[in-house]
C-alpha cells in the first residue's frame, strides 16, 4: 500500500506533463497525493471498520473533493447514487493494493477485489484491472518469482506482455482505461531492478503518470520487500494527519509498519 502512496506522489506532477526518460528528481515541491492515495486510504479504511467499500468511497470523496478524480467518479461520489456506472477506468486498479495485503489466500484476495472494483466499476474490464493488480500484490508477497506472476496475470486475465517499455515508450500516449494502462503499470514492474527503478520505468512510458506509478509502486513493494526508507520519509511529509494515520494502522494490521511511519 505504501509503495502506491509512493508512485501516485512520484508520478503526480507528470500525469499532465509527461517525460519520455527514467532520469528526474522523484520528489519536488510538486509532487503530491491524488485522488489515486485518497481512495487508496478509503479502501484500506474500509477493510479496518469493515464498513463497506462504497461508504468509506463517498466518505473520502467528501473529505478530499478536490484531489483530481474523473469525472464520472466525481458525478457518483457527489450524489445518492448507490449503483455503479459500469466503468473499465483504471480507478479500480489505483485503488486496489490494500487487497492484495490484507487477505491471506488467492481467491480471497480475487473476489475481494471485485467487490471492491464494482462498487463503480463493474465493467468486466474494471473487474479485472483490479483483480490483476491486487493478484499480483498477492503473489509478489507471497514470494513467487516475476516469471510466475506474469504468467497467472497472463493467463487469467488475457493481457499480452510481448512488448517492452523501450517497444511503447515512443508512442505510448495518455489511456485511463484499465486494458491500455494495467498491463503497462506491470510491465514497468517486471523489467525493474528495485522498487524506485519500479516507479521510474513507469513515470518514463509517459500516460497517466500518477496511476501507472501508483500501480506498479504497489506490486513494487510486495516483491521487493519494502519501499526505500529515503522514500517513506517523503510520502509521509505529504500526508495529512488522517491520511497517515489511516496508513500507518493498515500497515501495522499487515505486518507493514514502517520506521519511517
Known amino acids: ?88 477506468g483504471n480507478g479500480s486498479g489505483m485503488r486496489v493494493s490494500p487487497v492484495g495485503w490484507y487477505f ?45 506472476i506474469r504468467e497467472f496475470v497472463a493467463t487469467r486475465f488475457g493481457y499480452d506482455f510481448s512488448w517492452s517499455l523501450d517497444d511503447i515508450r515512443p508512442w505510448y500516449r495518455f489511456d485511463v482505461t484499465c486494458q491500455g494502462s494495467v498491463p503497462q503499470a506491470l510491465q514497468a514492474f517486471f523489467e525493474s531492478d528495485g522498487f524506485e527503478d519500479a516507479v521510474r520505468n513507469a513515470v518514463s512510458i509517459g500516460g497517466d503518470s500518477d496511476t501507472i506509478a501508483c500501480m506498479a509502486g504497489a506490486v513494487a513493494e510486495a516483491f521487493y520487500g519494502e519501499v526505500p526508507d529515503e522514500i517513506a520519509r517523503e510520502v509521509f511529509k505529504r500526508l495529512d494527519e488522517k491520511l497517515a494515520g489511516v496508513t500507518r494502522r493498515f500497515l501495522e494490521v499487515v505486518g507493514r509498519s514502517h520506521t519511517c511511519s
Open 104 to 148: 491471506n489466500d488467492l481467491s480471497t484476495v480475487l473476489s475481494e477485489a471485485h467487490r471492491s472494483a464494482a462498487v463503480t466499476h463493474n465493467h468486466p474490464e474494471g473487474i479485472k484491472g483490479a483483480q490483476a493488480v491486487a493478484s499480483a500484490i498477492f503473489l509478489a508477497r507471497s514470494g513467487e518469482n516475476k516469471a510466475a
Open 1 to 88: 500500500m505504501l509503495g502506491a502512496l509512493a508512485g501516485d506522489m512520484i508520478g503526480s506532477r507528470f500525469e499532465w506533463h509527461n517525460i519520455k526518460t527514467k532520469a528526474f528528481e522523484l520528489f519536488t515541491n510538486g509532487a503530491r497525493f491524488t485522488d489515486d492515495t485518497v481512495l487508496t486510504v478509503a479502501q484500506a479504511d474500509a477493510l479496518l471498520t469493515g464498513e463497506s467499500f462504497r461508504t468509506k468511497l463517498k466518505e473520502y470523496y467528501r473529505l478530499y473533493p478536490h484531489a483530481g478524480y474523473g469525472g464520472r467518479f466525481h458525478q457518483w461520489a457527489g450524489s445518492d447514487c448507490q449503483e455503479p456506472y459500469y466503468s473499465f
